[in-house]
């Protein structure tokens, strides 16, 4: 989606569609707001935002879990790793729904930091 700051979207639809737009960042939980405004431009793009972290969150579970199986048959170190791992991983993706969630509620439309460039949804 192109950089556009949030003053470009009209007032009026950031007003009545942020009360539902948050729940683009949690989880699948950005089909609500995608069926309800399917027509705001503010909300499809908190809904493109979501499905980036939705997607990010299942890609990085996935390659925990494979992580985890390998460095589990290191004694000590290896948990260790896989637990520093998990933990930068669920901090980083925090950040970025309470971001994403921060944005929404005050009316703004600024993509999230490494994958807010990403379109998928328009």
Request: hydrophobic share 55%.
């Amino acid at each position: 989606m192109e950089n556009r700051p949030y003053t470009q979207y009209d007032p009026r639809d950031i007003q009545e569609t942020k009360s539902v737009a948050w729940l683009s960042y949690l989880g699948v939980f950005f089909l609500i707001p995608m069926f309800v405004y399917k027509n705001s431009p503010y909300t499809r793009f908190h809904v493109n935002q979501g499905i980036v972290l939705c997607i990010l969150e299942v890609a990085g579970a996935i390659a925990l879990a494979i992580l985890r199986a390998v460095l589990m048959w290191i004694p000590v170190i290896g948990w260790i790793l896989i637990g520093l791992v998990s933990f930068v991983f669920g901090v980083a993706v925090l950040v970025l729904t309470i971001m994403g969630i921060v944005n929404t509620v005050t009316g703004k439309a600024v993509p999230l930091p490494v994958i807010g460039q990403i379109t998928i949804y328009r």
